[in-house]
């Protein structure tokens, strides 16, 4: 009887860790994204642009059947611990594709750390998922905060800018856009003689507004997204600012929210790793598949989603599904140079990609390439021990 039980146990321990890391069957692929709130189209169009690169695989990746469980995080860091815990405790995925707030992901890189479940990151940039927080199971299919406004920062010094002031959401995202651009913009001799905030998601701009009138800079650089970006950039419009004051931002500012912004957003200059222009025969490819399966253009976040399932492919492929070899997925992706729509890109040693950021201008419905910012540009990953 003591020999049968302790066999029993025996048979459960040996089948325990066999159930949790599987490499065959179906790969359970958690989607964390925002679905309601500000950045609600955002989590949309990375759905979209990953679920359309699974099934131009015939909806498999590393030879497994790709199943979906998808979480609407609200874009709140306060439920991120939760909501991830559920998909990697109840639900069993494989791996975490989120998110697309800074503040949602730093929470969700912490649990991904702890628990050494796969992580990709199709959006949030914050600096310290591939700095301080990187891990052998955590990679970014997007960019980092500093990226694109460091570029910026040297775009718009080039442009003879010197007196800047900044406006942003005060949260990661909007602190570390404008960190990266001030980097960039004093080292070439330029100055923020005043940094606006307020809370995000708020989108009550008036009293900063007249706060820039007053200030009168030679510029504004901007970083808002989603709906608060279409508010922002009318709102701007509106206050008689554009003609005087020009107005700048990373790319966010006019990425997905053109219809929504019409004639307000004509000519503004924005820097990001994507635009509406490209023309090669890869980016070419992916809008037209992207247009006949969601009858809608893509943007920015649409690549990254889609990147973010070719980043799990090529890591997959080389372990042949099983996510539980995690130092040969990761060396894969190392190697990598993946075939971006933006243009193909290469892996950092934290994480995170190095890649071309484009300086855009926004032309009717389009943000069109004007030329490179910032090539081949890798954020510098501080504080990345792996
Ligand atoms: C972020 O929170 O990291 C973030 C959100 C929306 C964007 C870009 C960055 O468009």
């Avoid at 927080?133 to 040297?154: D, H, K, L, T, V």
């Avoid at 959401?169 to 980097?183: I, L, N």
């Avoid at 247009?291 to 799990?312: C, E, N, R, S």
Wanted: with cysteine; net charge positive; hydrophobic share 45%.
């Amino acid at each position: 009887m003591k020999f049968l039980r302790l066999t029993v146990i025996a048979a459960a321990t040996l089948a325990a860790p066999l159930a949790c890391a599987q490499s065959t069957g179906k790969l359970k692929v958690g989607l964390m994204l925002p679905a309601t709130g500000t950045f609600a189209a955002l989590g949309t169009a990375i759905d979209n642009g990953f679920r359309l690169y699974v099934a131009e695989q015939g909806g498999k990746l590393g030879g497994r059947e790709v199943e979906y469980v998808r979480v609407d995080d609200e874009s709140d860091p306060a439920k991120a611990t939760d909501n991830i815990n559920k998909l990697i405790k109840r639900d069993n995925v494989d791996v975490v594709v989120g998110s697309v707030h800074s503040g949602v992901a730093m929470a969700m890189a912490k649990v991904a750390k702890d628990t050494g479940t796969l992580l990709i990151v199709p959006n949030a940039g914050a600096d310290a998922v591939t700095g301080p927080m990187c891990a052998p199971n955590i990679f970014r299919s997007s960019f980092s905060n500093w990226q694109p406004g460091y570029a910026m920062g040297e775009a718009m010094a080039k442009k003879g800018h010197r007196k800047v002031v900044t406006i942003t959401w005060k949260y990661a995202a909007g602190d570390e856009m404008v960190r990266g651009f001030r980097e960039a913009f004093t080292k070439a001799g330029g100055a923020v003689v005043k940094e606006l905030n307020l809370p995000f998601p708020n989108v009550e701009f008036q009293a900063l507004l007249t706060d820039i009138a007053a200030t009168r800079p030679d510029a504004v650089f901007a970083f808002f997204a989603g709906g608060g970006a279409v508010k922002f950039v009318k709102d701007y419009a509106a206050a008689g600012l554009k003609s005087g004051i020009p107005l700048y931002g990373t790319g966010f500012l006019t990425d997905g929210t053109l219809e929504a912004q019409a004639t307000d957003a004509e000519g503004l200059l924005t820097t990001l790793h994507y635009a509406d222009s490209l023309n090669t025969p890869r980016d070419n490819a992916f809008r037209l598949a992207y247009a006949k399966a969601y009858k809608l253009q893509p943007d920015v976040y649409a690549v990254q989603g889609y990147d973010a399932a070719q980043m799990l492919a090529i890591g997959l492929a080389a372990v042949k599904g099983d996510v539980g070899k995690k130092a040969e997925f990761a060396a894969a992706l190392r190697k990598a140079r993946i075939d971006s729509p933006r243009g193909a890109f290469t892996v950092s040693a934290s994480h995170n990609p190095v890649q071309d950021i484009y300086l855009r201008q926004v032309v009717g419905k389009q943000n069109q390439v004007v030329g490179v910012a910032s090539a081949a540009l890798a954020d510098p990953g501080r504080g990345c021990r792996m």
